[in-house]
């Protein structure tokens, strides 16, 4: 009898099923759904395939990377959007808050000795970020530099209120 090992605490180790042996594509014969072992195996045909068949450009979905701060009054949206021109982008101010949106294209083309090669991708987002009541959509600002779209929404900040109240201190006599 072969026993299980395991050479490092964490790591995946395989027993050892002489009656039963792993199915194709993880599992066992009676723990895998005829459903799921038929999709996990079309999947990896479309892989093995993707190599040799070249495939169908589709339109992919794209969320560009956000990062929203606070800072001096001043809501600061940035966001990263490489190879975006101003009028592949959109910026509104919604019900809902501050909505961007746009789409990039990208267009390579290789050329070789023996072959040429041109590849075309589209992609499209769209975030959505929700502003305070307060916040001052009248003056917002937005920038794009070297890839970089920076959007200022002004939002005042509220005073802070301190109700001061003295309380007497009555003594009790006994």
């Known amino acids: 009898m072969v026993e299980d090992k395991v050479t490092k605490p964490g ?3 395989r027993r050892y099923e002489p009656l039963f042996p792993a199915f194709p594509f993880g599992g066992s014969l009676f723990s895998t759904s005829p459903f799921n072992l ?4 079309s999947e990896e045909m479309d892989r093995a395939c993707a190599a040799f068949v070249p495939g169908v450009a589709q339109p992919e979905f794209w969320a ?3 990062e929203v701060k606070e800072k001096d009054g001043n809501y600061i949206a940035t ?21 961007i949106s746009g789409e990039r294209k990208l267009e390579r083309e290789q050329k070789e000795e ?8 589209y992609g499209s987002f769209y975030r959505l970020i929700p502003l305070p009541k307060e ?12 890839g970089v779209l920076t959007i200022t929404i002004p939002v005042p900040v509220p005073e ?6 003295q309380i007497p201190v009555t003594e009790v006599k006994k």
């Open 38 to 41: 038929i999709r996990r195996m």
């Open 160 to 165: 802070a209120k301190v109700n001061v109240k």
């Open 114 to 121: 023996e072959y040429f090669r041109s590849e075309r991708t």
């Open 79 to 99: 966001l990263e959007l490489p190879g975006l021109k101003k009028e592949e982008v959109k910026v509104e101010v919604i019900e809902e808050g501050l909505a």
């Open 64 to 66: 560009p990377a956000l």
């Open 135 to 146: 916040a001052k959509v009248e003056n917002v600002k937005a920038e794009l530099n070297n």
């Open 11 to 13: 790591a995946l180790a």
